[in-house]
C-alpha cells in the first residue's frame, strides 16, 4: 500500500479525527475542572474522561461521514450505469496535464471499450475533443454516444445534452438542430434553471429567424 493510500484510509477511518478530539476533550475536561463543573477528581482524570470522551465522538461521526462521501464521490467521479465503480486512471489526467491531449484521448477511448457500461470515459474523451483539440464533430458523436448508452443515469444525459446544444449553438452550427435539441431537453429535464435557459435560447433563436425573414 502506498504512503497516500495509508494515509488516506487512515483519515476516512476516524483515527485521526480521534487522536485530535481526544486532545481537545482533554483540554475541556480539565477547563470543567477547574471551572468547578466537574466538582471532584484530581484534574487528570477529567483530562482522561474527558479525551475519551472526545476521541469516541471524533472518530465515530469522521468515520460515518467518510463512509458516505466515499460512496457518492465514486459515484460522481466515476460512475457506472450498473452501480460498479472504475478506478480513476491518474496516468491520464496526468497526459492531459502535460497537453499531450491526442494520447489522453487515446488512452479515454480504450477505457471506454473496457467499461462499456460507463459514460464517464466517453465524456472524458468527448470534452478533450471538444476543449483541447477542437474537433466539434468527433465530440458530438461521443456525446451522442453517452446519449444512447443503456440505463444510462440522467445526470450524464443531462451533461451530454447541454454539451450538443451548445456545438449546436456555436458559430458554423446548426440552429435547426440547436432548436431540435432545446425542445429535446425540455421535455426531458422541465425544472430548473437549466430548463429556463433553454426555453431563452428557443426564443432567441426564433427572433433571429424572424428578423432574417423580415
Known sequence: MTHENRTTRLVHSGRAQGIGGAALGGLFGILLRVAGMI?????WLSALLGAAVGAA?????????????EELAKQLTFPD??????????????LEVQEKFDEALAAWLV???EWPNNPSPLLRAAD?????LGN??????LFERVRRMPDVRAEH????????????????GDEGRALVELRRFIHAFPGGREAEGAR????????HTRDAGA
Do not use: N, W
Request: aromatic share 8%.
Open 39 to 43: 466538582p471532584v477528581g484530581p484534574i
Open 57 to 69: 465522538i471524533f472518530s465515530t461521526v469522521t468515520h460515518a461521514v467518510f463512509s458516505g462521501s
Open 81 to 94: 450505469a450498473k452501480g460498479t465503480y472504475a478506478p480513476q486512471y491518474s496516468h491520464i489526467q496526468a
Open 111 to 113: 477505457v471506454a471499450e
Open 128 to 132: 478533450l475533443q471538444l476543449r483541447q
Open 136 to 141: 466539434a464533430p468527433a465530440a458530438l458523436e
Open 157 to 172: 444525459v443531462k451533461y451530454a445534452s447541454q454539451k450538443i446544444i451548445d456545438i449546436h449553438l456555436a458559430p458554423g
Open 200 to 207: 431563452a435560447a428557443i426564443a432567441r433563436i426564433k427572433g
